[in-house]
């Protein structure tokens, strides 16, 4: 049986006001076996947009727990975004 999780993502502003806040952000998951020194891009590539309209949040669903090898995945998430207005 394969086992799956969930990563929720919410954006947190900090020390802003919303007139300064960027109209979106674009987040990529990123995964690594247990034991692994670092994140890469999940494959396939995951990446989801957060904005006013959908709170700054998302869900990453139907995730792997562990990979062929039956290690265990960790997950993370990072913005990626193409120039300072998140566009």
């Given at each position: 049986?394969?086992?799956?999780?969930?990563?929720?993502?919410?954006?947190?502003?900090?020390?802003?006001?919303?007139?300064?806040?960027?109209?979106?952000v674009?987040v990529?998951?990123?995964?690594?076996?247990?034991?692994?020194?670092?994140?890469?891009?999940?494959?396939?590539?995951?990446?989801?947009?957060?904005?006013?309209?959908?709170?700054?949040?998302?869900?990453f669903?139907?995730?792997?727990?562990?990979?062929?090898?039956?290690?265990?995945?960790?997950?993370?998430?990072?913005?990626?975004?193409?120039?300072?207005?998140?566009?």
């Amino acid at each position: 049986n394969t086992k799956y999780v969930s990563v929720t993502v919410n954006k947190n502003w900090l020390n802003d006001s919303e007139d300064k806040r960027w109209s979106k952000v674009s987040v990529e998951l990123q995964c690594k076996s247990q034991g692994d020194t670092s994140y890469y891009s999940c494959n396939p590539a995951q990446k989801q947009i957060l904005n006013k309209d959908n709170g700054w949040k998302c869900t990453f669903s139907n995730l792997p727990a562990v990979d062929s090898n039956g290690k265990t995945y960790e997950y993370t998430v990072a913005e990626t975004y193409e120039d300072s207005t998140g566009k």
